[in-house]
């Protein structure tokens, strides 16, 4: 029987690419916003609204970049501490190291697996004065309840710290209110790895609603450049190029239809799995599903499915089980609170497998193995 893997990531055909990546060559002109670049800050700005769109080489550039803008703006660059949660990708923590701060990791919420926002105010009350900005995450791509998206920003404009939102495994998410993610002037920054659900290879968007910050991410993104080839900042080359631009356009034109197959699968899960016990994330129908993230009833339960999965060649694997504090490189950044919440969420994470061509019958296969694995422990 042939392995279902646990990513069977696709990227748009050749030709799909090649359709628009002849602008490029047309004209040749290959990076530093050429065709398609342009072309695509118009359209992804279509698709979420009108809000303003930066597209970049990658989220880690991109998280860099918003939080420099944000810090910038608000005067709170030399400020050592930036807050996050813990139970998000390394990248979140990493993009703050690289800025030369400190993360101070908070917990999250046990049901919609999002930063906590009471953690949140008691952090910026307990370190007032030090934090630089707040970096918050869209887990797993899944935006927050509507209500708790609000409360952060409340909570960090009563402290008068910035806030930018690492989303990125959700672009095209929408929130129990039916919004699209990213459309707000806090700075919300995506992923398009070949990993994700809008998939290109690598690169990333920075999006945001205030025109100010929208300028400030653009001329960071390229070289600080703010009239012609004048640095007004210091920035850094993020730039997307325009064979990567290509890939975007060509991924957009059917990603809807990525979106739609990637939810049916996750609702197919949601339905087997929930009468066992396994729990899926508040507000999931609106995400984008890189994978089919769950938790385990407790801890024996996740060890007896990641066996059976390895057993039976299905590629079930555990995702944040090792929360970003616990990494070596994060061990010594401050902490509020003891983390209960993501370390209890880290011991029964799992995560199913995805692809937008996954079969009724790989499906089912993971179904199979997930529920025979349950029922035995």
Request: charged fraction near 20%; glycine fraction near 10%.
């Amino acid at each position: 029987m042939n392995a279902v893997p646990f990513l069977r990531p696709q990227l748009p055909s050749l030709s799909a690419l090649g359709a628009y990546y002849r602008l490029a060559e047309e004209a040749r002109f290959f990076s530093n916003g050429g065709p398609c670049e342009r072309l695509l800050r118009s359209r992804l700005s279509d698709y979420l609204g009108g809000v303003g769109c930066v597209p970049v080489t990658n989220a880690t550039s991109g998280l860099v970049v918003a939080l420099r803008a944000v810090m910038d703006a608000r005067g709170t660059t030399e400020l050592p501490l930036v807050v996050v949660p813990s139970y998000t990708f390394v990248a979140t923590a990493g993009a703050v190291r690289v800025l030369g701060h400190q993360p101070l990791f908070v917990d999250v919420e046990p049901a919609g697996w999002q930063m906590d926002a009471d953690a949140l105010a008691d952090a910026l009350s307990d370190h007032g004065g030090q934090v630089a900005a707040v970096l918050a995450t869209h887990t797993f791509g899944t935006p927050p309840r509507a209500d708790l998206q609000r409360r952060w920003q409340a909570v960090c404009d009563a402290a008068e710290v910035p806030l930018v939102v690492d989303a990125a495994a959700g672009f095209g998410a929408t929130d129990d209110s039916g919004a699209r993610s990213g459309r707000e002037a806090t700075p919300h920054v995506y992923s398009f790895h070949a990993t994700k659900s809008f998939a290109i290879g690598e690169g990333g968007l920075v999006t945001t609603l205030d025109e100010d910050l929208l300028a400030r991410v653009d001329a960071l993104h390229s070289f600080g450049f703010t009239e012609g080839r004048i640095a007004g900042y210091a920035g850094i080359n993020a730039k997307m190029d325009e064979l990567h631009a290509a890939s975007a356009l060509a991924v957009l034109d059917t990603f809807d239809t990525v979106l739609a197959r990637r939810r049916a699968i996750a609702a197919h899960y949601r339905e087997h799995l929930t009468p066992l016990g396994f729990r899926f994330q508040v507000g999931n129908a609106g995400g984008t599903w890189q994978a089919g993230y769950v938790t385990a009833p407790d801890p024996e339960t996740r060890t007896a499915v990641l066996a059976a999965g390895a057993s039976g060649r299905v590629g079930i694997t555990a995702y944040y089980d090792r929360p970003a504090h616990r990494h070596p490189a994060y061990a010594d950044a401050p902490r509020h609170g003891p983390l209960d919440v993501t370390e209890a969420l880290a011991a029964r994470a799992l995560a199913l497998p995805m692809a937008n061509d996954l079969t009724a019958e790989e499906v089912d296969r993971v179904v199979d193995v997930v529920v025979g694995a349950a029922r035995g422990v």
